[in-house]
Antibody, heavy 122, light 109 residues
Framework: EVQLVESGGGLVKPGGSLRLSCAAS????????MSWVRQAPGKGLEWVGR??????????EYAASVKGRFTISRDDSKNRLYLQMDSLKTEDTAVFFC?????????????WGRGTLVTVSS | EIVLAQSPGTLSLSPGERATLSCRAS???????LAWYQQKPGQAPRLLIY???TRASGIPGRFIGSRSGTDFTLTISRLEPEDVAVYYC??????????FGQGTKLEIK
């Protein structure tokens, strides 16, 4: 069974940093492309970024709203995905979901974690 | 940037009725890259439909996806109480990589 468990959320002041972690199990993490999607309270879904597998170059792409402030990385030896968030703004307040991406050709957001809440407030 | 406009914002129907949810793209979207997700209250979203019309694993047959030009439709043929959720369409491929519609909230009377 695929499991994705996010952690690391919490309260942080504007301008601060936070690192989210996602523990993956039940699939071959080394081969997986992974994404982060966020959802502000009571709002819709916003894609944050994606990282490819190491064999596909381990390249990361980001939404314009977070580019230059957020960094996605992975540790395949630990089956973990990370989201380093710097220069946080109040508008970054959201539940952040860790997602395993389909790579069979459709690139759908197949498996989702339950999310971790990040609150940016003074 | 491709914008996905979902309508209606909220849909309130009775069990057994048919629900029709619309997703209109501002530009051409490759069918392969159009998906629908269901988010039940307090839960993470779940993939329902991919490739515009293919049901994901374990999704009941009453969920039907279709396309006409730049208009995509999710039809729930016979509503059940557990279908209460917000439904999102999503496209992949154009910058940004993933774009979501704003969602349609489905209520059961």
């Amino acid at each position: 069974e695929v499991q994705l468990v996010e952690s690391g959320g919490g309260l942080v002041k504007p301008g601060g940093s936070l690192r989210l972690s996602c523990a993956a199990s039940g699939f071959t993490f080394t081969d997986a492309w992974m994404s982060w999607v966020r959802q502000a309270p009571g709002k819709g879904l916003e894609w944050v970024g994606r990282i490819k597998s190491k064999s596909d170059g381990e390249t990361a792409e980001y939404a314009a709203s977070v580019k230059g402030r957020f960094t996605i990385s992975r540790d395949d030896s630990k089956n973990r995905l990370y989201l380093q968030m710097d220069s946080l703004k109040t508008e970054d307040t959201a539940v952040f979901f860790c997602i395993a991406v389909d790579t069979s050709g459709y690139y759908t957001l197949d498996y989702w974690g339950r999310g971790t809440l990040v609150t940016v407030s003074s | 940037e491709i914008v996905l406009a979902q309508s209606p914002g909220t849909l309130s129907l009775s069990p057994g009725e048919r629900a029709t949810l619309s997703c209109r793209a501002s530009q051409s979207v490759t069918s392969s890259y159009l998906a629908w997700y269901q988010q039940k209250p307090g839960q993470a979203p779940r993939l329902l439909i991919y490739g515009a019309s293919t049901r994901a694993s374990g999704i009941p047959g009453r969920f039907i996806g279709s396309r006409s030009g730049t208009d995509f439709t999710l039809t729930i043929s016979r509503l059940e109480p557990e279908d209460v959720a917000v439904y999102y369409c999503q496209q992949y491929g154009s910058s940004p990589l993933y774009t979501f519609g704003q969602g349609t909230k489905l209520e059961i009377k």
